[in-house]
């Protein structure tokens, strides 16, 4: 159980164009969902929390409008990368809690590659 | 200073050897502590958690946390080469609104065979 997907795993777009990755939590209800960023060598960057049916919250330092996220069920959370550029090229991983489970219950996807050409 | 501080290795073993990957950490208030393993290009996959202070095994895994110097680490026995990974520790508190989870830099293992 607790299984995350992502979708793409890999995507390469043109510098300018926007892109849209997808979170899914298949096997349980996700109440928050998490965004990271990670770069070869480093550690997670958390980006943002959603929560269902409320706006995100952005860490310091994240465009909030370059990086539009909406959790409009309790399954699925999209990142849109808007006028993607060559810098934003990284690893984008989510993760998946739900209430009432521990505050250790943190699912991840198996993350989505993007290369900005 | 970071509020949790990994070293970020390279370490290197050979199969067999007993791993220990440790951690430390600022903020007083963290009372879940979770070692995440990840494998080059997928995402992290939680090996073990702990509550609060204490030890806790799981076959081949141990992890344990010294809340009173801030300190957690994560013991591999009988290493394998498929051990070969990332290794991430996180931590929260239960004050931290949706679970929010502080990651260390993550220490890079290779076991050879």
């Known amino acids: 159980g607790a299984v995350v997907s992502q979708h793409p795993s890999w995507v390469i777009c043109k510098s300018g164009t926007s892109v849209k990755i997808e979170c899914r939590s298949l096997d349980f209800q996700a109440t928050t969902m998490f965004w990271y960023r990670q770069f070869p060598k480093q550690s997670l960057m958390l980006m943002a929390t959603?929560?269902?049916?409320?706006?995100?919250?952005?860490e310091q330092g994240v465009e909030k409008d370059k990086f539009l996220i909406n959790h409009a069920s309790l399954t699925l959370s999209t990142l849109t990368v808007t006028s993607a550029h060559p810098e934003d090229s990284s690893f984008y991983i989510c993760s998946a809690s739900t209430v009432g489970q521990g505050a250790y219950e943190q699912y991840f996807g198996p993350g989505t590659r993007l290369t900005v050409t | 200073q970071k509020e949790v501080e990994q070293d970020p290795g390279p370490l290197s073993v050979p199969e067999g050897a007993i791993v220990s990957l440790n951690c430390t950490y600022s903020n007083s208030a963290f009372q879940y502590f979770m070692w995440y393993r990840q494998y080059s290009r997928k995402g992290p996959e939680l090996l073990m958690y702990t509550y609060s202070s204490g030890n806790k095994e799981d076959g081949r895994f141990t992890a344990q946390v010294d809340k009173s110097s801030k300190y957690i680490s994560l013991f591999i026995r009988d290493s394998q080469p498929s051990d070969s990974a990332t290794y991430l520790c996180a931590m929260n508190s239960p004050r931290n609104q949706g679970g929010k989870l502080i990651f260390g830099q993550g220490t890079e293992l290779s076991v050879k065979p």
């Open positions: 959603s929560n269902e049916g409320s706006k995100a919250t952005y």
